[in-house]
């Protein structure tokens, strides 16, 4: 029988049992002139089938508009150029460290908690999402009609971490079939009861996600499939970072010896990540702490997504690559290659010449929405603001006494100004100003999203002052707010355009000059004494910066710089620095 299917106890490729050795590499944390590359290691290290998620967001900025959908079809390609077979996670929820875990923010801003169900506008939206994306899956399936990459789809994401909503999960196990979908589906959770209850569906693969233990968990698991092939679908063989936590690495030798366990049980295997990437653009999701629940502190993640993956962030061997690699040539059904020549990396530090300064305010007038005037703060969702800047204004009616200026459900963090002088930063844990405000006054908020949540409950909740801003016990009405989108300025010549004076002296504003490079390759971008903002190089932004660490410099792809003088644009949000500096 020719094709990809489930068998009983194995996968089957045209009739043969078969185990994935797959890794996770999302086409949209990675350079596309370095994908094939990138890849490259995936075969050398002894894996036979990338997986890759599907961003929403990233692709439908705002409703009805598309932006390179087409991309997940050319990576595809890559993957089936470099003899790797391909499982796509199309969502429409993702996870994976990204802002909103990947749902569209003006989708959760109108439907709120019935994202994820069965609620028939957002079906309505998925349906018209996934018309829109799966011709790029379905012409790329492996099968009788087809000798495409793709062997498995898999149906939403982790479900039973969040829902039970077998309705939903049904309706979009049809949705895929009715679009043309063949291969088989599947569904990843947990290995604990109640996660696989609520995320599996009857007639589908089941799979495991976890980091260690794999007999416990495939325990579990057949408790609930007693007949099915073995899948860990997510082998968590590194970890994330947050924004002021410390950096977080998984040992080789730790990581080696537990996916050998999961190979010993007879089972597929899924790295996650094979090679982490980055999250460029200020994609970047966030977390929330409070243990199990999920309902604590905010926990912003950093700009690379490196993973400690056994491919690092700049595509180089790790020493858990060839731990892998020890791992995994006994189940290679031929040789293994060798992994590709290093990409080139730069061949002398350059420093950035910044010599043009544009105030904070003016590069709102330039780039930003129209100012609007409400009752109440309006939310970032509501003003159509995906990742970037909200500026809210209002004013302290007076003659009145100091008293304490104060947020409430502040998302994520402010620098406030009371008649153009700085008073201070806020956030959702600190929400009042240590100096009181007196009457008359102009108080200005700017206001920054540090990442969606996107993982658990508050997965969608909204950005901005969601509550009100207080002067002692009293509401503020009458709040002015504008928006500063983060892709406003992919309108480089707008950009260009901006007045500018120089010295910025370290204020807050977008700061512009050029770095003259040589020899473009693979570089390190650092910003001593800058404070927090993003970084363009060439156009390209390259994500979040922030003081408050564990990470310290950002990943240029190589492929973004050019010999000779290249644009470099940052802009500050606090406090500037003195250079910046490319090694």
């Known amino acids: 029988m ?46 036979n089938c990338v997986e890759t998620y599907v961003p929403w967001n990233l692709h439908e900025p705002r409703p009805g508009v598309h932006r390179d959908v087409a991309a997940l079809g050319r990576f595809l390609d890559a993957a089936h150029e470099a003899g790797l077979w391909a499982i796509v996670r199309p969502g429409p929820y993702i996870c994976a460290e990204w802002e909103n875990g990947g749902l569209p923010h003006w989708l959760t801003g109108a439907v709120g908690a019935r994202a994820r169900t069965r609620d028939p506008e957002y079906l309505s939206h998925v349906e018209r ?147 982490g990437g980055t999250s460029f653009a200020g ?87 129209p100012e609007s005037e409400h009752a109440v703060p309006p939310t970032f969702e509501e003003l159509d603001v995906d990742r970037g800047l909200v500026r809210y204004a209002v004013t302290v009616p007076g003659p009145r006494e100091p008293y304490p200026l104060s947020v409430r459900g502040l998302r994520d963090r402010a620098v406030v100004y009371v008649d153009g002088a700085r008073a201070g930063v806020l956030t959702e844990g600190t929400p009042t100003l240590l100096t009181p405000v007196a009457g008359h006054a102009r108080v200005e908020l700017w206001v920054e999203s540090l990442g969606r949540v996107n993982y658990g409950p508050r997965t969608g909740e909204p950005k901005g002052v969601t509550g009100g801003i207080l002067h002692e016990r009293q509401y503020l009405h009458g709040v002015r707010a504008r928006g500063l989108r983060l892709d406003a300025f992919d309108d480089a010549a707008a950009v260009r355009q901006l007045p500018a004076t120089a010295p910025g002296d370290g204020r807050p504003g977008l700061y512009r000059g050029t770095v003259e490079v040589d020899s473009p390759g693979d570089a390190s971008l650092e910003l001593p004494g800058w404070t927090r903002g993003f970084v363009w190089v ?14 310290t410099s950002l990943y240029v792809p190589g492929p973004v710089l050019r010999a000779g003088a290249n644009e470099v644009w940052v802009l500050e949000l606090e406090e500037g620095g003195e250079r910046v500096e490319l090694t």
Request: a negative charge; glycine letters at 10%; proline letters at 7%.
């Open 283 to 369: 994609w970047a999701g966030a977390n929330r702490g409070g243990g199990a629940l999920h309902d604590g502190e905010l926990q912003p993640d950093v700009t690379s997504y490196d993973y400690d993956a056994p491919v690092d962030e700049r595509g180089r061997a790790t020493a858990k690559f060839w731990a892998f690699r020890e791992v995994l040539t006994p189940y290679a059904s031929a040789p293994l290659p060798d992994p590709p020549p290093p990409l080139p990396a730069l061949t002398a530090p350059a420093s950035a010449d910044l010599t043009e300064w544009s105030p904070l305010e003016a590069v709102l007038d330039a780039l930003g929405t």
């Open 129 to 275: 999402w996934f018309r829109r994306l799966l011709p790029e899956v379905v012409s790329r399936q492996y099968g009788t009609d087809g000798a495409g990459p793709v062997i498995m789809v898999q149906v939403e994401n982790e479900y039973g971490s969040y829902g039970s909503d077998q309705v939903y999960l049904r309706h979009l196990a049809d949705l895929l079939r009715e679009q043309g979908v063949t291969v088989p589906l599947f569904t990843s959770d947990g290995p604990e009861d109640h996660m696989l209850t609520g995320g599996s569906i009857p007639g589908v693969l089941a799979t495991a996600n976890f980091g260690s233990g794999a007999r416990a968990a495939f325990a579990t698991l057949r408790r609930h499939r007693p007949r099915s092939p073995l899948m860990c679908m997510e082998f968590w063989c590194g970890w994330f970072d947050h924004w002021g936590a410390d950096h977080v690495a998984r040992d080789a030798d730790d990581a080696a010896a537990a996916l050998r366990e999961i190979l010993e049980c007879g089972a597929s295997v899924n790295l996650y990540m094979a090679h």
């Open 2 to 47: 020719n094709g990809f299917r489930v068998g009983e106890d194995d996968f089957e490729v045209d009739g043969r049992p078969v185990r994935l050795l797959s890794g996770a590499l999302h086409y949209f944390r990675v350079h596309e002139a370095q994908w094939g590359h990138r890849l490259a290691m995936l075969r050398a290290m002894g894996l």
């Open 538 to 551: 060439n156009g390209f932004n390259l994500g979040r910066y922030w003081s408050a660490g564990p990470q």
